[in-house]
């Protein structure tokens, strides 16, 4: 049954990515995230103070590490997210968020030494290059933005939007295991500081007239959905597996999400998806497949892992 759940997680998950590309309509990216942001915070932090009665008084300890939660987990990511989104598919834009299984690797490896075998590291390379083939094709509005050899700049803002995300995991285990702190509770004050933040930085570069907003229905609804597929049910239901599963294979599963995100896109918004998308999500699949095996192996299957600080 929790394969089920599986499942059903990734599949939920994938039209967030639809959700965010439709909503980018009626506002710009920086506002956007700042008022998402927000609004999850007060929503987590209302349920921990009227359902479960818990105080929420953050200690000093707390303060520096939620900071950078805020900044980097909320703020960084999701404005690069959505500014890249705007030029991007939905589909590419999930499928260059597969990365985080493996930058995940390499932050476990340099913050907590966890150990890379050489089957681990064939594994984690194999895959890496599975993201080549995808990446080098480029269409519509991303190629005439320019960018870095066969990167476009929105590829590479998705990219620090990853690393961003994933280094906001990290800060969420600290936090945790270090520091005591709930994940909600991490997640709802870091969100609402970061959102915070997504507003300041949007009233100086976005046009406020008096908000930057051209369609006020579209908008809300847009947000409503993403605050309710990410931040509430995904969010829940992937704390949930994680007592069930390892981070690995769960990484391995979401390999369904680009491919979920592939037909709500060509359903919802017109998008195509070419044969090099379907090859290199073979690839990545081999690499994700070794490394979990490889763990299965070393008997990691059992050991819960951190949930995920990113709330998109």
Known sequence: MPLVFV????FVWS????LGKATLEFAPPVFLTGV????AGVILLGFLAVARREDLKIRKAHLFPLILLAVSGVYLTNVFEFWGLQYLTATKTCFIYSLSPFLSALFSYLQFKEKVTPRKF??????FLGFLPYLMQQSGSEGLLGGVSFLSWAEIALMVAVITSVYGWILLRKLGKDEGMSPVMANGSSMILGGCIALLHSFFVESWAPFPVSNYVGFFQGVALMILVSNII????????LKKFTAT????AGLMTP???AFFGWAFLGETVTWIFFLSIGIISIGLGIVYFEELRLG????????PAREN
Request: include cysteine; charge should be positive; proline fraction near 5%.
């Open 249 to 252: 294979f769960l990484s391995f």
């Open 15 to 18: 039209t967030s990515f639809t």
């Open 36 to 39: 998402r942001m927000l609004l």
């Open 234 to 241: 995904c969010y829940n239901l992937y704390g949930w597996l």
């Open 300 to 307: 990691y299957f059992s050991t819960p892992a951190p949930t």
């Open 259 to 261: 491919l979920f995100a």
């Open 122 to 127: 064939l594994g984690l390379g194999i895959g």
């Open 7 to 10: 499942f059903l997680t990734f």
